[in-house]
């Protein structure tokens, strides 16, 4: 068991449980950059991992009664045959002299996906100032949107690994506006279960596997999970979140084909802009602070 691939997940482990998204989107490029596995194996041992980590939070919402089920069950109608199918892609591509690229190229589309749905997401909460706050029970669900969500969920990261936190839960966002951020997280998080289950199945089938790189995954990545997710009830995500904004956006550029540099360009623009928006965010809270003191004091009469 290499220790490097433990103390790695255990870092991208701390990161999911803080911030609720970015797992396959970080975890299977840190397994090809830094520890050279190969992106097919790389790709379905963390699948397999997932198996074990993603049911710690599902548990956590489900306890707290802010998972729709219904919406549960029609995304797995969806998800699940075409997570295996997309494992079964995956295998497909292996066979050939260029599947290594073709693999790369797809992991790159995805991230970049992932990475505009981040984006989306964010853009969305600020504008609507968490306004959304749709029970559970009062969701009406649409099986044929829902269904179909869970196929395009399943067959990306069937094939890619990534896509089952950013990407589906920003296609929630649209099929269902009035639907809390809470309860979104919580039903994305239980219908990542079965659809993980599927993707790893698939991968067990097809022989994709390198069992100590997954026991390696799974060693550092659960208790860092249950470690980050007793953390962010204190931790604010908004410090986070742009970094692995930043880390999914430079993946997925090397993985699409993009050179060193442009690479290296296009990561530091992101990563300024980011912080130019902390920047500017914190200085009008502070503002708005100041406005509501003062028209609290003008208010208060004078004796």
Same mark, same amino acid.
């Given at each position: 068991?290499?220790?490097?691939? +433990?103390?790695?997940?255990?870092?991208?482990?701390?990161?999911?449980?803080? *911030?609720?998204?970015?797992?396959?989107?970080?975890? *299977?490029?840190?397994?090809?950059?830094?520890?050279?596995?190969?992106?097919?194996?790389?790709?379905?041992?963390?699948? +397999?991992?997932?198996?074990?980590?993603?049911?710690?939070?599902?548990?956590?919402? !489900?306890?707290?009664?802010?998972?729709?089920?219904?919406?549960?069950?029609?995304?797995?109608?969806?998800?699940?045959?075409?997570?295996?199918?997309?494992?079964?892609? !995956?295998?497909?591509?292996?066979?050939?002299?260029?599947?290594?690229?073709?693999?790369?190229?797809?992991?790159?589309?995805?991230?970049?996906?992932?990475?505009?749905?981040?984006?989306?997401?964010?853009?969305?909460?600020?504008?609507?100032?968490?306004?959304?706050?749709?029970?559970?029970?009062?969701?009406?669900?649409?099986?044929?949107? *829902?269904?179909?969500?869970?196929?395009?969920?399943?067959?990306?990261?069937?094939?890619?690994?990534?896509?089952?936190?950013?990407?589906?839960?920003? !296609?929630?966002?649209?099929?269902?506006?009035?639907?809390?951020?809470?309860?979104?997280?919580?039903?994305?998080? +239980?219908?990542?279960?079965?659809?993980?289950?599927?993707?790893?199945?698939?991968?067990?089938?097809?022989?994709?596997?390198?069992?100590?790189?997954?026991?390696?995954?799974?060693?550092?990545?659960?208790?860092?999970?249950?470690?980050?997710?007793?953390?962010?009830?204190?931790?604010?995500?908004?410090?986070?979140?742009?970094?692995?904004?930043?880390?999914?956006?430079?993946?997925?550029?090397?993985?699409?084909?993009?050179?060193?540099?442009?690479?290296?360009?296009?990561?530091?623009?992101?990563?300024?802009?980011?912080?130019?928006?902390?920047?500017? *965010?914190?200085?009008?809270?502070?503002?708005?602070?100041?406005?509501?003191?003062?028209?609290?004091?003008?208010?208060?009469?004078?004796?």
């Amino acid at each position: 068991m290499n220790g490097y691939v +433990v103390v790695g997940s255990a870092v991208v482990g701390l990161l999911v449980g803080l *911030t609720g998204a970015g797992g396959g989107a970080l975890m *299977t490029p840190m397994l090809v950059l830094l520890f050279s596995v190969k992106a097919s194996t790389a790709i379905s041992s963390d699948l +397999v991992a997932a198996v074990a980590m993603r049911p710690f939070g599902a548990v956590v919402h !489900l306890r707290r009664g802010n998972v729709n089920l219904a919406l549960v069950r029609w995304m797995a109608v969806g998800s699940v045959p075409a997570a295996f199918f997309g494992s079964w892609l !995956l295998h497909l591509l292996d066979g050939g002299s260029s599947a290594s690229a073709v693999v790369q190229r797809a992991l790159g589309a995805a991230l970049l996906l992932g990475a505009a749905a981040m984006l989306v997401r964010y853009v969305l909460d600020r504008r609507s100032a968490n306004a959304r706050a749709g029970t559970v029970a009062a969701t009406a669900v649409r099986p044929a949107t *829902t269904v179909a969500i869970g196929a395009l969920g399943g067959l990306v990261v069937g094939l890619t690994s990534v896509g089952s936190g950013s990407l589906l839960i920003v !296609l929630l966002m649209f099929a269902y506006p009035n639907l809390s951020a809470r309860s979104l997280v919580g039903t994305d998080l +239980v219908q990542a279960v079965p659809l993980a289950a599927a993707a790893a199945l698939g991968a067990l089938a097809f022989g994709h596997i390198e069992f100590p790189v997954t026991a390696a995954i799974i060693v550092g990545s659960v208790p860092a999970v249950l470690v980050g997710s007793l953390l962010s009830s204190r931790v604010d995500d908004r410090w986070l979140r742009p970094a692995i904004f930043c880390v999914v956006v430079a993946s997925g550029l090397k993985y699409a084909g993009f050179t060193p540099t442009e690479v290296v360009s296009v990561a530091a623009v992101v990563a300024v802009a980011a912080v130019a928006d902390l920047g500017l *965010t914190r200085r009008a809270r502070r503002l708005n602070s100041s406005v509501q003191m003062t028209t609290l004091q003008a208010k208060v009469p004078s004796r």
